[in-house]
């Protein structure tokens, strides 16, 4: 299968997904990575691995829909069987959603629905939760509401600052992450309504 990572910054669970592939935990292929910001670090991954790397620059377009619309278009034709969103900074339009309905995947470094949104492990320590963790899910076209995948818990510490608690998070994630791309692949993911039923057998 073609996998398309989409990614605005350091693009480290990108990197957790290509390892995934080279050691055949994932049976696809990352076949296009795309960023809206020209200096990500993602591309360089991408292009370390000669994967290709596009940059494509949202201000060169009317609005959300038009840029969309080109993505969307891109991953067509290169016949993209999942987009993976990771740290892709912009909320995808409807038209996006409904080209690739069921087959887009996020991870959201919390319980959803608990603290949608940015900065999700300062919201976290904020409210004093003593359990935090990380969700990986299918995109709709609410803001972290689609369908849960995979959960997993981390615990929160007193001591905790918000890159302590990021970076023990991050870790689970590139676990979980590249778990959920090889069950989609496998075709061990099925939805009924709002529930995603995992066969893991």
């Known amino acids: 299968m073609n996998l398309a990572v989409l990614a605005s910054g350091y693009g480290s669970n990108l990197q957790a997904i290509i390892n995934a592939v080279q050691n055949g935990e994932i049976n696809g292929r990352v076949a296009v990575v795309i960023s809206d910001w020209k200096d990500a670090y993602a591309l360089q991954r991408a292009r370390d691995y000669g994967i290709e790397a596009l940059y494509i620059d949202p201000r060169a377009y009317p609005g959300r829909e038009a840029y969309d619309r080109e993505i969307v278009a891109l991953l067509h034709k290169r016949k993209i069987g999942l987009v993976i969103l990771a740290g ?49 899910h299918f995109v709709d076209e609410g803001l972290d509401t689609g369908p849960v995948i995979l959960q997993e818990a981390v615990p929160v510490y007193d001591e905790d600052t918000d890159e302590a608690l990021h970076e023990r998070i991050h870790e689970v994630e590139h676990r979980l992450y590249p778990r959920a791309v090889q069950l989609f692949i496998k075709g061990k993911l099925r939805l009924e309504g709002r529930r995603c039923l995992v066969d893991e057998s």
């Open 88 to 136: 892709f900074m912009r909320l995808l339009t409807s038209h996006f959603v409904r080209e690739f309905r069921g087959r887009i995947m996020n991870i959201h470094p919390s319980l959803l629905p608990a603290f949608p949104g940015l900065d999700g492990v300062k919201q976290a320590l904020a409210y004093g939760v003593k359990v935090s963790g990380c969700t990986v």
